[in-house]
């Protein structure tokens, strides 16, 4: 397994760098797939999705392409999702994100990548692999988006952590209280959660392992009691 969890996607060198490693060749000889359902059902402007395509398309990828889990009969999306070297799971909504994958049927298709593939997750693309992310939307107050979406619950489509992932630590635009709120999500559910800034990333190799982190920023670990066990 090879996948790099982010906050902010490949944000510095550290994190491309380490990227490179898991491909064991350059990027611009390997195919990216970017899937976006997980920011298609907002409303308002979209500029910085384009921005941020545009950054990834400017790391000079042999292909870059982009998808929707929604847009064609599931074949023809898996055959598209098989056809690249990295499968980046892009930010927005991880309850939408995770609904997509499983809706669609393509559940399987993404554990099967996740074997064969190298996996960037950016934000909510990270956040849809803990086993409990059904107890997500009471425990981290997140009911409103669940509501919108018009979703009743949500289920991981491929349940691989006893651990959550949370994003954007410090980043201007986050509650005061976000590492509160975060700590009491822990509790709640009796999880670890990991609290990254956007020059921060996880590492996985071994779902059952410890991730590695890849970090010039700073970061946290809360228990599953929401105490804070480490932090840089």
Same mark, same amino acid.
């Given at each position: 397994? =090879?996948?790099? #969890? ?12 380490? #990227?490179?490693?898991? #491909?064991? =060749?350059?990027?611009?000889?390997? /195919? ?8 298609? %059902?907002? &409303? ?6 384009? $921005?941020?395509?545009? %950054?990834?398309? /400017?790391?000079?990828?042999?292909? *870059? ?8 009969? !599931?074949?023809?999306?898996?055959? /598209?999702? /098989? ?5 980046? %799971? +892009? ?23 996740? $074997?064969?593939?190298? +996996? ?16 997500? &939307?009471?425990? *981290? ?17 491929? !349940?691989?952590?006893?651990? +959550? ?9 986050? &509650? ?30 071994? &779902? ?25």
């Amino acid at each position: 397994m =090879k996948m790099l #969890l982010t906050s902010n996607g490949l944000a510095n060198t550290e994190i491309r760098d380490t #990227l490179v490693d898991l #491909l064991g =060749k350059p990027i611009a000889e390997s /195919r990216i797939v970017v899937v976006i359902d997980s920011i298609l %059902g907002f &409303p308002g402007d979209s500029s910085k999705l384009v $921005e941020h395509l545009d %950054g990834l398309r /400017r790391l000079g990828w042999a292909e *870059f392409s982009v998808a929707s889990l929604l847009a064609g009969p !599931p074949a023809l999306v898996e055959s /598209r999702l /098989r056809a690249a070297d990295v499968i980046l %799971g +892009y930010g927005g909504s991880n309850l939408w994100a995770a609904h997509t994958w499983t809706a669609t049927g393509l559940a399987p298709v993404l554990a099967d990548l996740l $074997e064969e593939k190298v +996996y960037v997750g950016w934000s909510a693309g990270s956040m849809i692999f803990p086993r409990l992310l059904n107890r997500w &939307p009471d425990a *981290f107050d997140d009911q409103a988006e669940l509501e919108m979406f018009g979703l009743a619950s949500v289920e991981s489509p491929v !349940p691989l952590f006893d651990w +959550y992932f949370v994003g954007h630590l410090g980043a201007d635009w986050m &509650p005061a209280d976000a590492e509160t709120a975060v700590a009491r999500g822990a509790a709640r559910t009796n999880q670890p959660v990991w609290f990254v800034d956007d020059d921060s990333a996880l590492l996985i190799r071994d &779902p059952a392992a410890e991730p590695i982190v890849v970090s010039s920023g700073h970061w946290r670990r809360f228990g599953s009691d929401g105490s804070l066990i480490e932090s840089h």
